[in-house]
C-alpha cells in the first residue's frame, strides 16, 4: 500500500517524529484547556476520569491513527480513499479536515493572547508598564493574525526542516521551563493544599457531563479523531517502531497535563484564589499569581513564552494536516496551500476572535446551551467533532481497512506486539466505538 510520492517528505529518525507529535499534542490543550476543565469538574476526580481515558481510549487510537497513516503513506482523505474510493467514508477524511480548520480557527485566537501576554510580560520586567489592558478587538485580531503567520512560516519550511527542526528545538526548553515554575510554586506556603486538591479525587464529582468532558479533552490534548496523528503518521518509514511512538507521545503529553496541574494549582491555592475560573484561569488568575510571588515577572514572561512554544508546534500540525489534503489530493505546492489554508482559517475565526474579547453580539449569542460563539466552537469541534471522528475512525479499521491488516502493519516493525495485538484489536473493535458511543448518546438524547 505504498505510493508515496518522493517528495512527500519524511521524519529523520523516530526521535523527530516522536518530538514532533508530542509537540502537536502538548499544547493549550494541556495547559491552558486541561486546568481549567479540571478546575470547572472536581479537580482530582476529573483528573482520575481522564487518565482512565487517556489508557482506555486515547491509546488504542492513537496507535490505529499512526498505523495507518504510515500505511497508506496518506492524508486522512486519501487513507480511507486508499481502501474504500467510493460510498460514504471519504466523508470521514473531509471531517477531518473542516474540523482542523475549525479548531485552528479558535485555537490561534488564544495562542495569538497568549503571545500578546508574553510580549506585556517581557514589557513589563524592561520598563515596569503594562499595555496589555489596551487589547481590544483590533489587538486580538492583529495577535491572532500573526500567530498563524508564526504557524505558516514553520509549516512552509516542510516536514523535516520546517516542523521537525523546530520540535526539536522548542519541546526539550518547554519541559525545563516547566519544572522551573512547578518549583517555585512548591515552595509557596500553603501550595500542598492545591496538591491535595489534584490528587484527591471526589467521586460525587463525577457525572455524565464530567465524563464527556474528560473523554474529549483526552483526545483533544493527544490530537485525535481528526487526522493529525494520522498525517504525522504517514511521514514515518516502515522501519519505525509505531508501538514505541504511539506510547511516547501518549506519555509525555498526559505527563505535561499532569505536571500543568502541578504549575498551576499549588499556585492558584497558595495564593487564595479559585481554582473554577474557567476558560480565563490562566489569563485572570495566573497573573495575579506571579504578581503575587518574588521573582513573578521573570517567572510570568517564562510561563507565556513556554505556552506560546507549546501551542505553536500544535496550531503546526493543524494546519499541516489540511495543508498535507491539498497537496496530496489536489497537488498544490505546500506554499500555495499553506498561504490559502492559513487565510481562509482567519477569515472563519474572526467571529470567534470578536467573541472571545466579547465586544460583539457573538459574545452572548446562546446556542446548544452554549453562550458565545467562542465556546459554541469548542464544544462543536472538540465535545463533538473528536469523538465522532474518533469513533468512525475505529468503525472504519474495523469494518474497512480490517484489523489484520492494521495489526500487520504494527507489527512489521514492533514483533513483540504480537503478545497484545489482540487486546488492541479487542479495544479498537468493541471498547472505543461503544464507549464513545454510549457516553456522546446519553449525554446528547434525552433518555430516561
Ligand atoms: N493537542 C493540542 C493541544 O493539546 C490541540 C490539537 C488538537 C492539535 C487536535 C491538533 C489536533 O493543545
Known amino acids: ?43 482530582g476526580a476529573f483528573v482520575l476520569v481522564y487518565l482512565l481515558c487517556v489508557v482506555a481510549l486515547g ?16 492524508n486522512p482523505v486519501g487513507a480511507i480513499r486508499a481502501f474504500r474510493p467510493g460510498g460514504g467514508w471519504p466523508a470521514l477524511g473531509y471531517l477531518a479536515i473542516v474540523t482542523g480548520v475549525g479548531i485552528l480557527s479558535y485555537y490561534a485566537v488564544v495562542a495569538g493572547q497568549v503571545l ?8 513589563k520586567i524592561f520598563s515596569g508598564q503594562s499595555h496589555l489592558h489596551t487589547l481590544g478587538p483590533g489587538g486580538i485580531l492583529l495577535c491572532f493574525a500573526a500567530f498563524l503567520l508564526l504557524t505558516l512560516l514553520v509549516v512552509v519550511g516542510g516536514v523535516q526542516r520546517g516542523i521537525e527542526r523546530w520540535a526539536k528545538l522548542l519541546m526539550p526548553l518547554l519541559l525545563l521551563v516547566m519544572l522551573a515554575i512547578i518549583a517555585r510554586g512548591l ?8 496538591v491535595r486538591w489534584l490528587v484527591t479525587p471526589d467521586f460525587s464529582k463525577i457525572t455524565l457531563g464530567v465524563v464527556l468532558d474528560a473523554m474529549a479533552q483526552a483526545f483533544f490534548s493527544l490530537s485525535l479523531g481528526m487526522g493529525a496523528m494520522l498525517t504525522y503518521g504517514s511521514y514515518l518509514s516502515r522501519r519505525q517502531n509505531l508501538v514505541q511512538c504511539a506510547s511516547w507521545v501518549v506519555a509525555s503529553d ?43 515577572e521573570v517567572i510570568g514572561a517564562l510561563f507565556f513564552f513556554l505556552l506560546s512554544v507549546a501551542a505553536l508546534t500544535s496550531t503546526v500540525s493543524l494546519l499541516e494536516v489540511v495543508s498535507a489534503f491539498f497537496i496530496d489530493e489536489l497537488g498544490w505546492s505546500r506554499r500555495r496551500t499553506v498561504w490559502s489554508a492559513a487565510a481562509v482559517t482567519f477569515v472563519v475565526g474572526i467571529p470567534a476572535a470578536l467573541a472571545w474579547v466579547s465586544v460583539s453580539p457573538w459574545s452572548t449569542v446562546r446556542v446548544l446551551g452554549r453562550t458565545g460563539l467562542f465556546d459554541l466552537m469548542d464544544f462543536l469541534f472538540t465535545n463533538l467533532s473528536l469523538p465522532i471522528g474518533a469513533l468512525l475512525l475505529c468503525v472504519f479499521a474495523s469494518r474497512v481497512w480490517g484489523l489484520g491488516r492494521a495489526s500487520d502493519e504494527v507489527l512489521s516493525s514492533s ?23 454510549v457516553i456522546l448518546l446519553t449525554r446528547f438524547l434525552p433518555v430516561g
Open 1 to 43: 500500500m505504498s505510493s508515496s510520492a518522493p517528495d512527500r517528505g519524511q521524519w529523520s529518525s523516530q526521535i523527530g517524529f516522536v518530538l514532533a507529535a508530542a509537540g502537536s499534542a502538548v499544547g493549550l490543550g494541556n495547559i491552558w484547556r486541561f486546568p481549567y476543565s479540571a478546575g470547572q469538574n472536581g479537580g
Open 59 to 74: 491509546l488504542p487510537v492513537m496507535l490505529l491513527e499512526v498505523s495507518l497513516g504510515r500505511a497508506t503513506q496518506k
Open 116 to 123: 500578546a501576554v508574553f510580549i506585556d510580560s517581557t514589557q
Open 187 to 194: 515552595l509557596l506556603p500553603g501550595a500542598m493544599e492545591g
Open 254 to 296: 498526559t505527563a505535561v497535563a499532569i505536571l500543568a496541574g502541578f504549575m498551576i494549582f499549588p499556585a492558584v491555592f497558595a495564593l487564595g484564589q479559585q481554582p473554577d475560573a474557567g476558560p480565563n484561569l490562566i489569563f485572570k488568575v495566573l497573573p495575579a499569581v506571579f504578581n503575587g510571588m518574588p521573582g513573578g
Open 415 to 437: 514483533p513483540r506486539f504480537s503478545s497484545v495485538a489482540a487486546i488492541w484489536r479487542f479495544f479498537v473493535r468493541w471498547v472505543c466505538p461503544l464507549f464513545i458511543a
